[in-house]
């Protein structure tokens, strides 16, 4: 009687999502729907179908949880209503401005369908949200920072490979250790853009390419690079295979509070994630909240949810009683 | 309509409490309760009244929480569910082994009162607990660590003072840094009591105590020393009373674990805490729990809970829809 599970789109995500799932006894992964020839798909579970995404709503009663792996620009806006209306389902969604308007489309179709939707699940928003939120309510009054890195930013590595005359790039995103230092002695510190973080870029030219003139269109760049201290460095192709090819990230959130009736007493609350692959640590958060989606939704619930409207014990395969034993 | 609190017991904790319920302006302190004589006891807010224990039935409708500040070894085991009867509840019990018994006798009795008893709300247990809790749900395969300090450990304490010749004391638990330093590094140690937490004492003699005698005796107490490396320093009265005076504390929560097909990829999750006032810092918390005894009471939930069984949202002021704005 495991739980079971499909997957919609099939990236570094999907792929992460797979794998979790593996180690989760509980759960199965059943189908993966893909927008591209099915054929073309290969996926690594045995006797996992993979389908065309037009066919997912034959699967309405098969699947007790479905998983969007989709991106947040245009993916899963349109996509996480749609598919909540036929599934229980949970989705990365990570554009932090548009949480407050997906929440109410998705909201609005999962009690249409009577299912259970988790949206903006993964670290940032994610764990990283859950630890800003309990910080806050302990220390009511008191500082939040949040630092990331070092990891590779894929927009901002995008947006060097659009530049002409780059074959290639990958932008690491770094908090500077000083600031870090800083809020961890409690000095409460404000922070610039370019007191918080460094951007350094490894990036291939094409034949012919003036270096020069991409660095400085790089530094230049407004949003991405202007506001932060830049490095550029040049390397071969093979170098950026062999050197950048992984998908590290992680990052801190800190909170620096006091309490006492005369405010006499410092605490600092800090999380961090130092993790080799993004996509695949997303998908292991997901895959913890598609376990309590399937609950939730046992239980009669219906409608959007996130991480801060799920308790704890719904993301655990473990019994409360064990948990008590065990964890607590 | 603000939420009214009780506080029974008004020694280091129940001061945190009056302190933390200050610094939350949806909470009003309308009693504190004590064994002692009230006249005796003077507390720091205005306006709220000391009664006898005795008299704390009286307050069955006045009160929509009522905090227990007593100890885990004696007071709770009795106290939380004898007032659960009356009254929605929270403790700190922290005997972690008895957990699972204390459990069940509070979750009988808030049920037959038809309250909401929340118990070992604090940090460890409690926040530490949580973070474990979240990361063994994301990171099926790995291991965890937790690490104490530095800090003062008051039970510790407590046994120096007990010997003969020992008129005062104070005892700090400290992480070793090494390893704390190879967990980090994913090296997944094993490590023994001894590599993973020291003990320093500050002691001050009676008159003509024997130092030698004092110092073997603490450094061979079987559980409390023998299995560290214990340092002893001995002090004078006005030297502890100047410099260990504070209850600091403070820890981490280390859980390093693997994801990939080929478990090729680590990640690290690091919560820790880094308190000046362990009392206050574990009152503070438990304070945004006794919002949510509240608010789970109002939704007509009833009997025992654990932080595991409490959605984060529950501990906040602000409205699901602030905090998807704001924090998520």
């Known amino acids: 009687m495991s739980i079971r599970v499909g997957i919609i789109g099939y990236g570094n995500l999907g792929r992460g999502v797979e794998c ?8 199965e992964l059943k189908v993966v729907f893909t927008r591209r020839n099915p054929e073309q798909v290969k996926i690594l579970t045995e006797g996992t179908v993979v389908c ?4 997912a709503a034959a699967w309405k009663d098969k699947l007790d949880v479905v998983i969007l792996c989709g991106g947040s620009a245009t993916d899963l806006p349109m996509q996480t209503p749609e598919y909540a209306r036929l599934f229980n389902v949970v989705d990365s969604f990570d554009t932090h401005a548009r949480i407050p308007e997906h929440f109410a489309n998705v909201d609005a179709s999962a009690k249409e369908g009577g299912n259970v939707a988790i949206i903006s699940v993964g670290w940032d928003p994610g764990m990283f949200s ?10 009511p009054e008191g500082k939040d920072y949040t630092f ?18 780059v074959k290639d790039a990958k932008q690491y995103t770094i908090p500077v250790e000083s600031a870090l230092k800083a809020v961890r002695a409690g000095e409460n510190p404000e922070l610039t853009t370019r007191q918080k973080h460094t951007r350094e870029c490894f990036v291939v030219l094409e034949e012919g390419a003036d270096a020069a003139k991409v660095e400085a269109e790089i530094k230049n760049m407004p949003n991405y690079f202007s506001d932060y201290d830049t490095t550029v460095h040049f390397i071969s192709e093979e170098e950026l295979k062999r050197n950048h090819s992984r998908i590290p990230h992680g990052g801190f959130v800190l909170r620096s509070g006091v309490t006492g009736w005369e405010k006499e007493n410092s605490h600092l609350i800090e999380y961090s994630l130092k993790l080799d692959s993004n996509p695949e640590f997303t998908a292991s958060v997901i895959v913890a909240y598609a376990r309590a989606a399937y609950r939730l939704a046992s239980e009669g619930q219906t409608g959007c949810k996130t991480v801060f409207d799920i308790a704890p014990a ?7 009683e064990e948990l008590r034993a065990s964890m607590l």
């Open 148 to 165: 990331w890195g070092r990891g590779v930013s894929q927009g901002h590595s995008d947006a060097i490979r659009r530049i002409a005359g």
């Open 130 to 139: 859950l630890n800003r939120m309990y910080a806050n309510a302990i220390l």
């Open 314 to 320: 719904y993301l655990s395969a473990k019994s409360g």
């Open 20 to 27: 979790a799932i593996c180690q989760n006894p509980d759960m």
């Open 52 to 55: 065309r995404l037009e066919e």
